[in-house]
Each structure stands twice: as structure tokens, then as C-alpha cells.
């Protein structure tokens, strides 16, 4: 916390000021245009000639589109440079390195429903696609939000919102899956179970901490010895993060499953991160802290399997 406070008064914090700078002069100007608009206006009103009024808004409409493109720009930016910042900081560590960033790209359907963890979607969109290896580990990672037609109203259900992970271990010796499901969400994912017991998975207990076992379901296939992938470590390391959550009173869940050689990790996001607001100031720690600490939770949970691997 200590060190990732220095880096973000060192460095983020500079570019937030820049940034809202830039903000502050966006909201000036479209200050002015409004004075601008109402000024035709009231010309029109007065002098009431429709000739004079459409050469008074030419210039006054292409300035309002260039004035909507800079602050598409301010928007389409803000983020990109934050995130390149908290993937600067993060690559610090000698677990992890990371090797490209795609504000515009994110992990495609066909990888998402290979988790097992969800499995339908009807609208699936996502955003700030990220790559890099932890350890020896391959992963991608990005945001992610999916929705399906509900089946009884006239609209979209959010299946997932938040971040997406997957790492490859490149193991050809690893078989069979794990899945593990958040209790409380039970009710939401009957499908998934469903799915995964057409695979050979069932409900295991066996070699699971109680406290673990209260707040998540774990199913796995025949050929998988649970605590060969699912450790005692581990356990404490999900528990630990969850923890995190609560304490911060935010209402968020941790996904995730094993499928082969590949790791499947999805937390969920209450709100979203980094999306700068234009109408009040964005220098703010605290948003900036939490966009890492989901980074490094889920970059963790692959570190502990990629150890006992």
C-alpha cells in the first residue's frame, strides 16, 4: 500500500492533474456554447430573419461538433493512460510482466464460455484487453459486460460485469475441471451446473476448508484430485480476497474455474472503475487504488496456482 501510494503521488497523480486540467477547459468551453447558442437565439427573436439566423448557426454547429470530438477524445484517453501507469507499477514485480495493452480489445466469447462459469449471452461487449505472463503463466485479461434476454420481462439481464482472466499453464498433463461458484449466486447459475455435470462434474466437500466450503459451491470431474488443484493455500488466498470486499461493504464476487491446463478467474464490478466523469473532478485516490487491487487480486489467485504447479 505504502509503496503503490508513493508511485501514484510520483506519477499517476501528475497525469490526473493534466488530465482534469484538461477537463476544466472542456467544461469552459461548452460553457461558451451555450452563451453562443442562446445569443442566436435571442438574434432570431429580435431580428427574426431565417437567412441571417442559419449563417449565425453554421459556424456555431461546427464548432459544437468539434467541441463533441474533443471531448470524445478526453474520454476515449482518460483511461488508456491511467491503466498504462497501474500495468508500469505492477510490472515492478519479478512475478509478473506484461506485454501488451488494447484499450479497443477484449477476451473474445468463445474463451469466456469455455470457463464453464457462465453459459449463454445474447449481448457480450468488453474493453481494455491486457496480456502478459504470470511467472511462466500466460494470461489475458479484460472488461467485460454480458447480458441475456430475460426470459419473463422485455429486457436485458446482466449475466457478468467486471473483469475477465485467463491463464494458461501449457500443461498437457492436466485434465479434467474444477468450478467454483459463489454460494449466494447459486440460484443465478443452476445453467452452469447443469452444464457442468453434462461434463462428469459433481458437488465435492472433501479436502476443503468449512469456512471455504460456506461460501463456495466447488464441483469437479472424476479424474481430479481436489487438492492437487485446489490447496489449502489457495482456499485462504479466495477467502482472503473476499474478505477485502466485504470490508469495503462493496458487493462483488470472485468465479472461477480449471478446465485442463487453463485457469478461469471473473470478478464481478458493482460499479465501473476509471470511467472519468466530466462534470466533476476525477483526481481521486481512491478509485485508482481499487482499478489495482482488482488487478493484483486476480493476478494473485494464478501466482498460488502457478506455484503449486
Known amino acids: ?50 437567412l441571417l439566423t442559419l449563417l449565425l448557426f453554421i459556424p456555431v454547429g461546427i464548432w459544437i461538433t468539434y467541441l463533441g470530438f474533443r471531448i470524445q477524445v478526453f474520454y476515449q484517453e482518460f483511461k488508456p493512460r491511467i491503466v498504462g501507469l497501474l500495468l508500469d507499477f505492477i510490472d515492478n514485480s519479478v512475478n509478473f510482466s506484461f506485454k501488451r495493452y488494447d ?23 468488453g474493453e481494455d484487453l491486457i496480456e502478459g505472463t504470470v511467472r511462466e503463466t500466460p494470461f489475458a485479461i479484460s472488461e467485460l459486460r454480458v447480458y441475456e434476454m430475460s426470459e419473463v420481462r422485455t429486457r436485458m439481464d ?24 459463489p454460494d449466494a449466486q447459486r440460484k443465478y447459475l443452476s445453467l452452469s451446473e447443469k452444464a457442468f455435470h453434462l461434463l462428469g462434474g459433481r458437488r465435492v466437500k472433501d479436502n476443503l476448508l468449512p469456512e471455504f466450503e460456506a461460501f463456495f459451491d466447488t464441483y469437479a470431474t472424476k479424474d481430479v484430485r481436489i ?35 487453463k485457469i478461469y478467474l471473473a470478478l464481478t464490478q ?29 493476478l494473485d489467485v494464478v501466482l498460488a496456482v502457478d506455484v503449486m504447479n
Open 1 to 50: 500500500m505504502q509503496d503503490f501510494r508513493l508511485f501514484y503521488n510520483q506519477n499517476i497523480y501528475p497525469e490526473l492533474v493534466h488530465l482534469e486540467q484538461r477537463r476544466q477547459r472542456l467544461v469552459r468551453l461548452l460553457l461558451l456554447s451555450v452563451l453562443m447558442l442562446a445569443a442566436v437565439a435571442t438574434i432570431e427573436a429580435f431580428i427574426n430573419l431565417f
Open 158 to 181: 446482466e449475466v457478468f460485469r467486471g473483469i475477465f482472466l485467463i491463464g494458461d499453464f501449457q500443461r498437457a498433463d492436466m485434465h479434467g475441471g474444477v468450478l467454483l461458484l
Open 227 to 261: 487438492q492437487d488443484v485446489i490447496s489449502t493455500d489457495l482456499q485462504r488466498a479466495i477467502l482472503q480476497f473476499r474478505m477485502q470486499f466485504q470490508k469495503m461493504n462493496r458487493e462483488k464476487e470472485i468465479y472461477c474455474s480449471i478446465i485442463g491446463d
Open 270 to 298: 458493482d460499479k465501473d472503475l476509471l470511467e472519468p466523469s466530466l462534470w466533476g473532478s476525477n483526481v481521486r485516490f481512491e478509485v485508482v487504488h481499487e482499478l489495482y487491487e482488482d488487478l493484483k487480486i486476480l
Open 103 to 125: 484499450p479497443k480489445g477484449f477476451i473474445p466469447a468463445e474463451a469466456f464460455f469455455e470457463s464453464k462459469i457462465f453459459t449463454r449471452a445474447d449481448e457480450y461487449r
